[in-house]
């Protein structure tokens, strides 16, 4: 018997006994086939984080704690058959999970070579048809010093998964040491989530949101030239981390306060009146991640549930950085309330899909707002780092992460558009214009791109 007659057939037992099932895509995971620049197998689409576990673990109770997790979220025994116009969803019943240990030498233990260790976890293709699509090792630095290195497909995760994954994970080590042998059930499933979402999103809704957005995005124009095909360098996004200083976001924040905004509208206005520096143009198109996780019966479950929201801004010279805030807040809100699946958004616009570009926007903002939390009971902690978004659907991305007052700014490009130099520069452009609205709020936006 062949290989693929042996899987159709092991396939048609497990849908008989119903040790797995079928289900349609989710909203989300349609994005990965018929809206983005790379394949959907393609490693680019992989999420992957650094979790630093302190405490003694034994190799034993992790294991059995990863298969908890596995149990109680679906999004682990999630893998892709091929369909007749897109993939479907195989959901099995339970599947067995496989988590490697690793000494690490003296040499091994510095940053760089942990990251080379790192990369076959991270890079190595998963079989989307046959799973598991998670992958994970435990570099053992000393008895009590742990690195859980963690790549997740994106068609069945997203930022918000790695959080309730630390948290799962944690939950589960303890259990196991109670002698417990599961976690409770999460009260709504992924697949249940995607099929209310489906249920939600009838054609009359989706057309009107498509005119809002047709007339929202009119006339944009790209803000520079993005190579087109599929290239080593294309695929890959460099990484380099900064930070703006805890003083400069207090007085963002009392900026944001005064003028009725958020802290992600203020520090966005700034943003686009940046990038208007940088590239020349005066009519800024970023993209930004919603977590869409509004009901909290989601909010436990792991899966594919972002969206992503465009977010326009035309720079007007003469009005001042104030009054910029007071527009960006109500424009975000207005494009916030208009949201609506990626993959519908592209259809609607009537664009291309080319391999290597995203159909709609080049830069990522993001001030990111999902769970990562650092978790420490009786002398076990658990801390997870975010190693990137794992995914190349951006040119250039700006990532805030609240650390204390202070936050972390993660930059990621494309080494073929910019080097690091480039990104450096933007980073203190960004940097300089901040301080240059903290001491003066009501600066004209043509003074203030003067001072830059």
């Avoid at 693929?4 to 909203?27: C, F, H, I, N, Y």
């Avoid at 034994?58 to 997790?69: F, L, R, T």
């Avoid at 369909?83 to 690793?102: A, C, D, M, W, Y």
């Avoid at 805890?246 to 905004?261: F, H, K, S, W, Y």
Wanted: with cysteine; charged share 20%.
């Amino acid at each position: 018997m062949s290989q693929v007659q042996d899987t159709r057939t092991r396939l048609k037992q497990w849908l008989e006994s119903g040790e797995a099932r079928l289900q349609p895509l989710t909203l989300p995971q349609r994005e990965l086939w018929e809206a983005a620049p790379v394949p959907a197998g393609d490693p680019s689409n992989h999420i992957c984080a650094f979790i630093n576990v302190r405490g003694p673990i034994s190799q034993q109770g992790c294991e059995a704690a990863v298969q908890k997790v596995a149990d109680r979220q679906e999004a682990f025994r999630i893998s892709f058959l091929p369909g007749k116009e897109q993939p479907v969803q195989l959901i099995r019943r339970s599947s067995r999970q496989v988590l490697h240990f690793q000494e690490l030498t003296d040499k091994q233990q510095h940053p760089e070579a942990l990251e080379e260790l790192a990369q076959p976890v991270f890079r190595t293709p998963f079989d989307m048809v046959g799973g598991p699509l998670v992958r994970s090792v435990v570099f053992r630095r000393s008895a009590e010093d742990h690195v859980l290195v963690v790549a997740i497909h994106h068609a069945i995760a997203d930022g918000w998964t790695l959080g309730v994954f630390v948290q799962d994970l944690f939950a589960a080590y303890l259990l196991g040491l109670k002698g417990g042998t599961a976690l409770p059930p999460v009260p709504l499933s992924y697949a249940d989530w995607g099929a209310q979402e489906r249920a939600f999103w009838q054609p009359a809704l989706l057309a009107e949101r498509g005119m809002f957005w047709k007339k929202a995005l009119e006339g944009i124009t790209p803000l520079w030239q993005s190579p087109a095909g599929l290239t080593d360098a294309s695929r890959t996004r460099l990484r380099w981390v900064s930070s703006v200083p805890a003083p400069l976001v207090r007085t963002v924040r009392e900026i944001a306060r005064r003028n009725g905004a958020t802290l992600f509208s203020t520090m966005l206005a700034a943003f686009q009146v940046t990038l208007s520096k940088w590239t020349g143009k005066e009519d800024i198109l970023v993209g930004t991640p919603v977590a869409n996780r509004g009901k909290p019966a989601v909010r436990e479950s792991m899966g594919y549930c972002a969206g992503i929201v465009p977010l326009r801004g035309r720079i007007d010279p003469d009005r001042t950085f104030a009054e910029r805030v007071r527009t960006v807040h109500e424009s975000t809100v207005d494009a916030f309330a208009n949201a609506m699946p990626f993959a519908e958004l592209v259809k609607a616009l009537g664009v291309p899909v080319t391999p290597g570009c995203n159909p709609v926007f080049q830069v990522r903002f993001a001030l990111q707002n999902h769970p990562v939390p650092d978790i420490s009971v009786n002398g076990m902690s658990l801390q997870l780092r975010m190693r990137s978004t794992g995914t190349c659907r951006f040119d250039v991305a700006c990532e805030l992460t609240e650390e204390g007052e202070s936050l972390e700014v993660v930059w990621l490009y494309r080494p073929d558009l910019f080097t690091a130099e480039d990104i450096q520069a933007l980073h203190r452009l960004y940097l300089g214009l901040l301080m240059s609205v903290c001491n003066t709020p009501e600066i004209l936006t043509a003074a203030l791109m003067t001072t830059l």
